[in-house]
């Protein structure tokens, strides 16, 4: 069945219907910028503008770039902080008339690429990190996902690893790709010393065919190490997906 999944990014917000059953977008995807300030109010109100662009009254699957339990905002590292106690599903719910289920963007990401991209019919103990303007994570044991990982916060050089190992550090701090390399290779290296994983999933931004050649080279794991695929959309078709019914 088709769910319109809608993808919360630190740029843009981005919808498109998503057939859940193969995970292909049904219709054209529709983005708005992210408002600024991006508080719960001015975001609830894009949910409704999207919602009524593709003049739906279905299933609406959403992403948040935070820990979110049972549809309750618990952190706001790259958000407003307003968000923090936020019942997001119920607040979209109201905006928009529509029953709306919320999951963390990197859940999101990792279950659209488990079921329809890079991790599809990988089994043991798999990572999906998606690197950007923060670091998320995604954990799934035999396909199933354990959420709410949270690893971009793993204590890396005295601070919060996706201050030291992110895209907008790579950006900010001009690193060359060699030196960003490095600095994510001691996140990878980590995230391995914790956990042991048999593969890890590199999303986000950085994962891109463009990218990859850039720095995949200066890596090296113990685990399979493979780039996502489906970069653009993985957010919008996980949502999607994690929302049917
Ligand atoms: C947030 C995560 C999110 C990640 C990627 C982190 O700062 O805490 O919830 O998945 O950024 O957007």
Not at 21 to 36: A, M, S, V, Y
Not at 196 to 201: R, V
């Amino acid at each position: 069945m088709d769910v319109l999944g809608i993808d919360f990014g630190g740029t843009g917000i981005k919808a498109a219907p998503v057939n859940t059953l193969d995970g292909t977008l049904t219709q054209e995807r529709f983005r708005i910028p992210t408002p600024n300030p991006a508080t719960p109010d001015a975001v609830a109100d894009v949910m409704r503008q999207l919602v009524e662009h593709f003049q739906w009254t279905g299933h609406v699957g959403c992403t948040i770039p935070s820990r979110v339990e049972h549809g309750l905002v618990r952190t706001a590292a790259n958000i407003h902080e307003d968000w923090i106690n936020t019942q997001v599903d119920n607040l979209f719910s109201g905006s928009t008339g529509c029953r709306v289920s919320v999951l963390n963007d990197a859940d999101a990401a990792g279950l659209a690429s488990m079921r329809f991209g890079a991790g599809r019919g990988l089994d043991g103990l798999v990572f999906f990190i998606t690197v950007g303007t923060g670091i998320g994570s995604a954990m799934f044991y035999n396909q199933q996902l354990i959420p709410s990982t949270e690893l971009g916060h793993l204590r890396l050089k005295g601070g919060s690893a996706e201050d030291y190992a992110s895209n907008r550090i790579r950006k900010e701090k001009d690193l060359s790709w060699k030196k960003w390399a490095k600095r994510f290779q001691k996140y990878l290296d980590r995230v391995e010393f914790l956990f042991a994983p048999d593969t890890i999933i590199v999303g986000g931004g950085i994962s891109r065919p463009a990218k990859v050649p850039e720095y995949w080279h200066f890596l090296s794991t113990k685990s399979d190490l493979i780039p996502a695929e489906l970069e653009n959309e993985a957010g919008i078709i996980g949502a999607a997906a994690a929302a049917a019914p």
